[in-house]
């Protein structure tokens, strides 16, 4: 395969801001929790619009583009997709094929593997409205090197031509320029990330597992206090995002009394998680710590829980579980004060979507 003049060059642009794109954006990049595991580059992207006369303008609908290694541009490593006659208010950003090494096709018994993936945050704006993106994983088939990807971000898209307005006299007409994009490929850690002093979890426990949990906390507007609480979390459980469903988390927030201070704990406050396979099991505690995550300010703060009680056959296995945290959030937050006493607000509450990683704790030996 070889490169153009004018696609070599992007590819030197592309190889010289890599670093800074990725690393220096915190909003195109995942909460902890996350590490980064495939880079690719996109040469020989097409991007195909249709005319749609009566508006005088090329549409876009499609996107499409080979993924070849970041360190061995000859070397192809999967495929993207994306069919922009979905609507955007599903935030389906495509799918992304990535071919299987040998030892993974021998397990699986394919190929390949897919991801495919919504938007969570859009940043800058390229040519034609190409925006650099974050998307978060909602669906992967097939075993192998996309099994575990739970975020993938789409950076310094290039478009190497503009669609000649003059050519879009009939509609449905197409036409398809180049483009040029990196993508990166994270997947979700088997260890739980660094976590604040006040929310180390006491020596001599051990994580034993995890769940990637997403949802929505409710809040309600607190007159007293004049401001929104946290009255509900509530949340689909999975062993990573987009992954096998596993089962849910609960927790019932009390809003705090005369009697009570909002630094006091209420042991009737409890947050549950639960698992519905056949070894499933429950687990309830109380909050003991919060605190905010340095990397991500802006989202739901992170958690504490001690374990109340254990219920199920697995807690005799693994359990019982002493400890859980709520960690690596993303989202969860309440409205801005702008929307403070508002009735169109308060009789109905606020509900704001969330994601985080649930990492369980024993004391057991392993």
Not at 164 to 180: D, E, F, L, P, Q
Not at 240 to 253: A, D, E, K, Q
């Amino acid at each position: 395969m070889f490169a153009t003049g004018l696609t070599l060059l992007l590819l030197l642009l592309l190889a010289h801001q890599r670093e800074a794109l990725i690393i220096s954006s915190k909003l195109l990049t995942p909460p902890p929790g996350n590490s980064l595991a495939i880079r690719a580059l996109a040469l020989d992207g097409k991007l195909t619009y249709v005319c749609e006369k009566d508006g005088g303008e090329w549409v876009l609908a499609q996107k499409r583009a080979s993924l070849m290694d970041q360190t061995n541009h000859t070397k192809l490593i999967g495929y993207y997709t994306r069919n922009y006659a979905i609507p955007f208010s599903s935030r389906h950003m495509g799918e992304w094929t990535l071919i299987n090494s040998e030892g993974d096709e021998a397990e699986s018994g394919h190929l390949t593997s897919v991801v495919y993936g919504k938007m969570l945050v859009t940043k800058g704006r390229g040519q034609n409205k190409l925006r650099n993106f974050l998307a978060q994983a909602t669906l992967h088939r097939y075993e192998g090197a996309a099994r575990r990807v739970s975020y993938i971000a789409e950076i310094n898209t290039k478009t190497l031509a503009r669609p000649s307005m003059s050519k879009c006299k009939a509609n449905n007409n197409t036409m398809t320029v180049g483009y040029t994009s990196e993508y990166a490929f994270w997947t979700q850690d088997v260890l739980p990330p660094k976590v604040p002093k006040s929310l180390l979890v006491p020596s001599k426990h051990h994580n034993v597992e995890a769940f990637f949990a997403q949802g929505n906390v409710r809040f309600t507007y607190d007159h007293k206090m004049g401001s929104w609480r946290q009255r509900r979390v509530i949340a689909r459980l999975h062993d990573v995002p987009g992954g096998v469903r596993l089962g849910g988390f609960s927790y019932n927030i009390s809003l705090p009394t005369v009697a009570k201070s909002l630094s006091e704990k209420n042991s009737n406050d409890l947050a549950c998680i639960n698992i519905d396979n056949p070894n499933g099991f429950e687990v309830c505690g109380i909050l003991e710590s919060m605190a905010s995550s340095s990397a991500h300010q802006d989202s739901l703060s992170w958690s504490l829980f001690r374990v109340t009680s254990n219920n199920g056959f697995i807690t005799k296995i693994w359990g019982p579980f002493t400890y859980f945290h709520m960690v690596s959030t993303w989202g969860g937050l309440p409205p801005p004060a702008s929307y403070g006493p508002s009735v169109a607000t308060t009789s109905k509450g606020w509900k704001s979507y969330f994601t985080c990683i649930f990492w369980l704790y024993t004391s057991k030996e392993a």
